[in-house]
């Protein structure tokens, strides 16, 4: 769990709503072995991906990084304001898929993605979440509509969360507590 937090942690590492998940084992980047659990349906963008495989859908997490997801969305949620996860942890079929979209642009409106090996999706610290704010252009983002980005603008570094790609509002990565914004944020 987070450092400084009250919440009780498990013996795998989970907090909060997490304790008690299955914890199971994936090869993500460079084949590196990561401890993940499934992502709850209630913070999914689209709770039916909770059934698929990892190998269908990015629907897991890290365990370290469900921990502090879950403080955060807790957080939010007793502001008002839902944080839900488009996609998470990723294996590498995974990222050859969104790499050949990004290539041909006949997939995925073709956005952008790292190759395969290179994404943070893969070593299970990056999470793309609802903030409704589209592709950016600009050296800061327009979201000022979304309730969702202007919240995590705010509070996500408190809970170890920043951004790493400019044009990409919607992605946020644990980078653990003390982590600073970037300066495009």
């Known amino acids: 769990c987070l450092t400084g ?5 498990s013996s795998s590492g989970l907090c909060g709503s997490y304790v008690g ?26 709770p039916s991906s909770y059934t698929l495989a990892p190998t269908d859908s990015d629907n897991t997490m890290t365990t370290s990084t469900a921990c502090a997801f879950d403080q955060m969305a807790s957080a939010a949620k007793a502001a008002g304001v839902s944080i839900k996860i488009n996609s998470g942890f990723r294996t590498i079929a995974r990222q050859e898929y969104f790499w050949n979209c990004y290539q041909t642009k006949k997939c995925n409106n073709g956005n952008l993605a790292a190759k ?6 893969g070593k299970g ?7 409704d704010c589209g592709k950016q252009a600009g050296a800061k983002p327009s979201c000022g509509g979304s309730t969702v980005y202007q919240w ?3 509070n996500a570094h408190k809970y170890g969360f920043i951004r790493t790609v400019q044009t990409e509002p919607w992605h946020w990565e644990f ?9 495009f944020s």
């Open 5 to 9: 937090s009250s919440s009780t942690g």
């Open 175 to 183: 980078r653990g507590v003390g982590a600073e914004r970037s300066s």
């Open 116 to 121: 395969p090996g290179s994404s943070n999706h």
């Open 152 to 154: 995590l603008y705010n």
């Open 125 to 131: 610290i990056a999470l793309d979440l609802n903030t």
């Open 21 to 46: 998940a299955t914890v199971s084992s994936i090869a993500g980047n460079g084949n590196v072995v990561y401890s993940v659990v499934k992502i709850k349906p209630e913070h999914l963008s689209n």
